[in-house]
T-cell receptor, first 110, second 114 residues
Framework: DAKTTQPNSMESNEEEPVHLPCNHSTISGTDYIHWYRQLPSQGPEYVIHGLTSNVNNRMASLAIAEDRKSSTLILHRATLRDAAVYYCILLKTSYDKVIFGPGTSLSVIP | KAGVTQTPRYLIKTRGQQVTLSCSPISGHRSVSWYQQTPGQGLQFLFEYFSETQRNKGNFPGRFSGRQFSNSRSEMNVSTLELGDSALYLC?????????????FGPGTRLLVL
């Protein structure tokens, strides 16, 4: 099973950029890297995903290492509403079961 | 467009009973996945349905089953409930099936087994 490793928790000051790392050393060439976040008492919410190239959307940016063994989710200006658990997951082309790790709990300090 | 809806939102059952949870995907979405979330085990994948066929299944006992209807709505059933089945059950839908698809999650059904 494709696994990811993330720090258990991180802190950020409000309005500062946040870089959330994810290691996925067992990634295969066609695995997609997805990021979701879960706010308290809500279901997970899609953030961003990518395959090989860096990706940007209105919520965040995804920077993928050249060897694809790691990626970084970048929140450009953290707000209090960004306090959540962030999950980095790999989805394989064969698309077997989806594995969520424990994620990174992000705290945003006013 | 309405989001993923799950009913009921809260449920209390006793050991040995069975329960059926319902999920209505976003209009036009044909794939529905189910997850169990507990404080100890985190988010665990149960199964996924696409066009009324189960495509993937996680490592859960046969007491957990599901189905998808022709309108893409899905139900999951847990028979002979155990205390350990107390959890938040989440449903997610996506337009199609595949690793590039974005999943949209519902608010979940919180099940308490006494």
């Amino acid at each position: 099973d494709a696994k990811t490793t993330q720090p258990n928790s991180m802190e950020s000051n409000e309005e500062e950029p946040v870089h959330l790392p994810c290691n996925h050393s067992t990634i295969s060439g066609t695995d997609y890297i997805h990021w979701y976040r879960q706010l308290p008492s809500q279901g997970p919410e899609y953030v961003i995903h990518g395959l090989t190239s860096n990706v940007n959307n209105r919520m965040a940016s995804l920077a993928i290492a050249e060897d694809r063994k790691s990626s970084t989710l970048i929140l450009h200006r953290a707000t209090l509403r960004d306090a959540a658990v962030y999950y980095c997951i790999l989805l394989k082309t064969s698309y077997d079961k989806v594995i969520f790790g424990p994620g990174t709990s992000l705290s945003v300090i006013p | 467009k309405a989001g993923v809806t799950q009913t009921p939102r809260y449920l209390i059952k006793t050991r040995g009973q069975q329960v059926t949870l319902s999920c209505s995907p976003i209009s036009g979405h044909r794939s529905v996945s189910w997850y169990q979330q507990t404080p100890g085990q985190g988010l665990q994948f149960l199964f996924e349905y696409f066009s009324e066929t189960q495509r993937n299944k996680g490592n859960f006992p046969g007491r957990f089953s599901g189905r998808q209807f022709s309108n893409s709505r899905s139900e999951m059933n847990v028979s002979t409930l155990e205390l350990g089945d107390s959890a938040l059950y989440l449903c997610a839908s996506s337009m199609n099936w595949g690793p590039q698809e974005t999943q949209y999650f519902g608010p979940g059904t919180r099940l308490l087994v006494l």
